[in-house]
């Protein structure tokens, strides 16, 4: 069984520049995770989709980051214009589904993204 | 707020010693409770746990569940070099907050030969 894809693996930009990455989960799975790590912290939730549609994306910060999933299988997340803060590994998680009775969680490789 | 608490925040250890790995959270609508290990690329699933007081075993790693002190152990005995890594636990929420996971700031272990 594929594991979820991400591209691409490294990203630099200067700030006030805007970046894109991409997602593709494993098959069949419903939900869709971004999530932001920065360095020396443990994953952050940014939005979680179900199939096409957004379940929470309290913590995104939505004046510079969007994303979209609109067939329900891959999905992209855009930062416009980045910060320096925005410096982390951006990494995107599939499972099955929140109704499924399979909760758990698989990570792509992430994308390191480094803002100067 | 959602709360998560990993202690020790690293540790250090030779091949061969026993580790225990704490957990304590404080979330809402709690449903579960995941184990991952992270080395220098994405988590990788450990656990998962639902129960108070019924171990999972897996090899050398094992964890427990207590829902009513809100923590998790995950214990390596008979460590290895390729125990290396940040080790993270994740409470999910249920209810509204659709399965949310938050996660701890990880222990980093690591273990010399």
């Known amino acids: 069984e594929a594991g979820v894809a991400q591209s691409p693996r490294y990203k630099i930009i200067e700030k006030r520049q805007s970046v894109a990455f991409w997602c593709n989960p494993i098959?069949?799975?419903?939900?869709l995770y971004w999530y932001q790590q920065i360095l020396g912290q443990g994953p952050k939730l940014l939005i979680q989709f179900q199939n096409n549609g957004v379940v929470d994306d309290s913590q995104l910060p939505k004046d510079r980051f969007s994303a979209e999933r609109l067939k329900g299988v891959d999905s992209t997340l855009k930062i416009q214009p980045a910060k320096l803060e925005d410096s982390a590994v951006y990494l995107c998680a599939s499972s099955y589904g929140i109704t499924s009775g399979s909760e758990t969680q698989y990570f792509g490789p992430g994308t390191r993204l480094l803002v100067l | 707020e959602d709360k998560v608490v990993q202690s020790p925040l690293s540790l250090v250890v030779h091949e061969g010693d026993t580790v225990t790995l704490n957990c304590s959270y404080e979330?809402?609508?709690?449903?579960?409770l995941l184990w991952y290990k992270q080395e220098k690329k994405a988590p990788t699933f450990l656990f998962m746990l639902t129960s108070s007081g019924i171990e999972k075993k897996s090899g050398r790693l094992s964890s427990i569940l207590d829902k009513k002190e809100l923590f998790s152990i995950l214990n390596i005995t008979a460590t290895q070099t390729g125990d290396s890594a940040v080790y993270l636990c994740?409470?999910?929420?249920?209810?509204?907050?659709?399965?949310?996971?938050?996660f701890g700031q990880g222990t980093i272990l690591t273990v010399h030969p």
């Open positions: 098959s069949g799975h419903a939900t």
């Open positions: 994740a409470p999910r929420a249920g209810g509204t907050s659709y399965g949310k996971l938050t």
């Open positions: 979330v809402t609508n709690f449903r579960s």
